[in-house]
């Protein structure tokens, strides 16, 4: 019986290199048949992802491919990009789930024998413009949920005030609600000046109100409210920074930026409050 002639994968990618991305060091692999010692680690500092570019480079590497390993291949994926190498981005699970790896060959050397057979496929990655733009977006999602943190915060301090100021508005961030809350962290006690504060669409009384506002106003529960209030409005102002961010890089892109910046997210404390996000305004 004549014995089965055993296949071989043809290398496609001579210039294939790969990066084990590690949160302290990074293994790196290139061709064994351009050097003694294919494989080498470098550290994550800057200037050690610089002379991984320059070894790279040194050794005839035109495209790297990397694992996407939380947040830790950013900075390498970015440098090396910027060195002009091409650099795929691999899901881990599938450069495991290969077969054919021998248990002697290290994680980056793997890679890159696959790499160099032209078997791997990479992971979507945005132009840098589209990234950046990402990147204000996901600072921006964060910051609003910082901020609605703060309004729970404030919510809080007004309960064990019992100032049921939840009850008489829809939104304790809104007209009514930001204008009594800021006069009460000034110092403002009287129900009558409270409840003036009123916009004319909230729904409740000027004596429902005042009923509402009639609380116990403990200086431990205004201290509470207060720097609860400073604190959402500093991220209310951190998200006026990322508008103006998104803004440029949407004018660089070319989109159309002639919005009302009220229509993007604004934080709540709760999911009814997502459905009023886009409105201009609150009471």
Known sequence: MAKQKTQTIETVNIGAAAVDIGSREHMAAVNPDVTDAPVRAFGTFTHDLHDLAAWFRSHGVTSVAMESTGVYWIPAYEILEQNGFEVILVNARYAKNVPGRK??????SWLRQLH??????????????????????????????????????????????????????SDITGITGMKIIRAIVAGERDLDVLAAYRDVRCKASTETIKAALNGNDRPEHIFGLTQSLELYDFYQAKMLECDRHLETTLAALGADTEHDPSQLPRPGTKTKHKDQASQHAFV
């Not at 248990?103 to 980056?108: F, H, K």
């Not at 964060?142 to 309960?159: D, P, T």
């Open 103 to 108: 248990t002697d060959v290290s994680d980056a």
């Open 116 to 169: 160099s057979y032209g078997v791997l496929r990479g992971s979507f990655r945005p132009s840098v413009e589209i990234a950046t733009l990402r990147a204000y977006l996901r600072q921006r999602e964060r910051l609003v949920e910082y901020a609605a943190a703060h309004i729970q915060h404030m919510q809080k301090a007004l309960m064990e005030m019992n100032v049921q100021l939840h009850h008489v508005v």
